[in-house]
């Protein structure tokens, strides 16, 4: 039935979903760009606890996975993201907290880490739901355009979150984040009451590891592709400074402009080309534009590099996933969906520490010359995917 909706119409029932990522997402963005600065200069504390401050929520994250695929696979969709709007909720009561014992650094610290966890497994929960109710909604046949709309919605309220977060703090102080959760995280509450779960899909439930190795493939290349992105946005600022050019914040709204742009232009990409077919094309371009940042003689070229960049990636996601999510059944779909994360999650956590010690021995530029390597070696297994599975 929903592959005879118009186009419109399902694009509204995912928008109306993807809505909670929106919400949970701009939650995530609005501390993110102040918290290092607050723990370091208000606390008293060192750069590694600041870092930290920000690691344990996606540390969290990663490691709620499991939990968050059984959640949405058992009690449904809707369940799932009350669950993590509850957390989001949770973490602000903290965050407020936090910001009014600022006279004992230490107990401030455990309350602003306790809200991080919280935010970490609202993540994780809504991250997983959202995608799982949005293809039980409008079919499996949509969700490479369900991915498409729920990572807009996440990298947008990003965007959107990160400054106002910096401009209500500079304006109102620290003590606004806590209320400011709090006010996004209860309307969509009561907004969420009103809606109908989808009907929970019974049959066969894998176990989360089962259902993570069946994914591994797909997954795998997701990790070679998304390492560049890790790459550019921890590496680009630095990369600037040993060129001594200015403006490396550009590059990341190239990259993010062209991300979003290219999940507009080509939603319907992967269902009519075919989700390898897609993930090649896309990791090539990806490869051209972090080749570009490596060997960019001025400022203007690492531009066109980083949008080349997000160009390219956008569509790995939802292509790859959508292969992903075939070898899964149906009634384990929250499973796949959550182990297939694992491996974004994963990129991002390899992407530091390696670029980090290769900057150290090689320099900047050469991050990218070896992230643009791992892609193009993701452009290969997906070939050979492709070519094993019959559907290139």
């Not at 949770?90 to 009014?100: E, H, K, Q, R």
């Not at 991915?147 to 500079?170: C, F, T």
């Not at 993930?279 to 940042?293: I, K, N, P, Q, R």
Request: net charge positive; with cysteine.
């Amino acid at each position: 039935m929903t592959a005879q909706q118009p186009a419109a119409g399902i694009t509204l029932q995912i928008l109306s979903i993807v809505f909670y990522t929106f919400i949970a997402f701009l939650c995530i963005g609005l501390p993110i760009a102040v918290l290092p600065s607050h723990v370091h200069d208000q606390l008293g504390y060192g750069a590694i606890v600041a870092g930290a401050t920000i690691g344990l929520q996606y540390l969290a994250t990663l490691l709620s996975r499991p939990f968050a695929g059984r959640v949405a696979d058992t009690l449904g969709g809707k369940r799932a993201i009350r669950f993590g709007l509850l957390g989001i909720a949770g973490c602000g009561v903290l965050t407020w907290s936090s910001a009014l014992t600022l006279a004992l650094p230490s107990l401030s610290l455990a309350l602003l880490l306790g809200g991080r966890l919280l935010l970490g497994i609202a993540q994780g929960l809504i991250g997983v739901a959202t995608l799982s109710w949005g293809i039980s909604q409008v079919g499996s046949e949509h969700t490479a355009r369900v991915i498409s709309w729920n990572g807009i919605a996440s990298y947008g309220a990003i965007a959107i979150g990160a400054p106002l977060g910096v401009l209500a703090v500079d304006g109102l102080g620290f003590s606004i984040l806590g209320p400011a959760l709090l006010v996004l995280a209860l309307p969509a509450l009561l907004v969420l009451r009103k809606r109908s779960d989808a009907v929970v899909v019974r049959g066969e439930r894998l176990p989360f590891w089962l259902a993570f190795g069946r994914v591994a493939p797909c997954g795998l290349g997701l990790t070679l592709a998304s390492i560049g992105y890790g790459t550019l946005t921890t590496f680009v600022t630095l990369y600037y400074l040993e060129r001594g050019w200015v403006g490396a914040a550009w590059c990341l709204s190239a990259f993010g402009a062209c991300f979003i742009i290219s999940r507009l232009l080509f939603v319907n990409a992967v269902n009519r080309f075919g989700g390898y077919n897609v993930a090649m094309a896309c990791m090539a371009t990806e490869v051209f534009g972090l080749s570009l940042l490596w060997l960019a003689p001025s400022p203007p070229w690492a531009l066109v590099g980083a949008g080349l960049t997000g160009f390219g990636l956008s569509l790995v996601y939802p292509a790859l996933g959508v292969e992903a999510i075939r070898q899964v059944p149906a009634s384990s779909r929250g499973a796949g969906l959550g182990a297939y994360a694992v491996f974004f999650d994963m990129a991002l956590a390899i992407a530091g520490p390696l670029m980090g010690a290769i900057a150290v021995h090689l320099g900047y530029a050469l991050v990218f010359a070896v992230a643009a390597l791992l892609a193009l070696m993701g452009v290969g297994l997906t070939l050979w995917l492709a070519r094993h599975t019959g559907r290139s």
